[in-house]
């Protein structure tokens, strides 16, 4: 069956540095790629989305890449600053339905 | 502004209880979602509408219904066969016909049973 994994452990980093969160999946062929913030309490916000023919997509101080080979993606946000603690879910998609699997979500802490 | 409506926030239901989270979007999408999310977990998905009149179950349908009679309604009925649906549950909606389908989600309504 089809298999995302994130991180369920908190990743804490210091404020300045570059936080790097992982998404692994396993018997899942996707087409593209999201990852949204989700603030407690709150709902998910799409952040980033890669296709499978994309190496890498920025926006701002993020970075994702996508490796079809690995199974994999990073999720890279740079200059982290403590605004960015949150949970961070990855998101696999395929054309045919064009529905998206969630990964359980990574916690960010971001200390100043 | 354009977005996502869920109501009520919190919702507190007795054993044997049906109860109903609206969920109410003017971004004129067409397909609509409703995930479960317990604590520390991902977001399962409970039933998907792409059009008006038309639902699919998703992975975690039992003791769950919806309803689909306007574009921008599609309500969630936890009826009493829901053995466990103390959670936070979260609405949303997408552009079908869009490459990548990015999905907006609500506030989402915590749900408890008492």
């Known amino acids: 069956s089809q298999k995302i994994e994130q991180n369920s452990e908190a990743l804490n980093i210091q404020e300045g540095k570059t936080a790097t969160l992982t998404c692994n999946y396993t018997?899942?062929?996707?087409?593209?790629l999201q990852w949204y913030r989700q603030d407690p309490g709150r709902g998910p916000v799409f952040l980033l989305l890669?296709?499978?023919?994309?190496k890498e997509k920025r926006k701002e101080r993020l970075k994702v890449t996508f490796d079809t080979t690995l199974k994999q993606s990073l999720f890279h946000i740079t200059a982290s600053q403590p605004a960015d603690s949150a949970t961070y879910l990855c998101?696999?998609?395929?054309?045919?339905?064009?529905?998206?699997?969630f990964g359980g979500g990574t916690r960010l802490m971001v200390k100043t | 502004d354009g977005g996502i409506t869920q109501s009520p926030k919190y919702l507190f239901r007795k054993e044997g209880q049906n109860v109903t989270l609206s969920c109410e979007q003017n971004?004129?999408?067409?397909?609509m979602y409703w995930y479960r999310q317990d604590p520390g977990q991902g977001l399962r998905l409970i039933y998907y509408?792409?059009?008006?009149?038309?639902?699919q179950k998703g992975d975690i349908a039992e003791g769950y219904s919806v309803s689909r009679e306007k574009k921008e309604s599609f309500p969630l009925t936890v009826t009493s066969a829901q053995k466990n649906p103390t959670a936070f549950y979260l609405c949303?909606?997408?552009?079908?016909?869009?490459?990548?389908?990015?999905?907006?989600f609500g506030e989402g309504s915590w749900l408890t049973v008492v």
């Open positions: 949303a909606s997408s552009n079908h016909g869009q490459i990548g389908n990015t999905i907006y």
């Open positions: 018997n899942y062929s996707p087409a593209y």
């Open positions: 890669i296709r499978e023919n994309e």
């Open positions: 998101a696999l998609g395929s054309n045919a339905g064009n529905m998206l699997t």
């Open positions: 971004l004129n999408h067409d397909a």
């Open positions: 509408s792409q059009i008006v009149n038309d639902f």
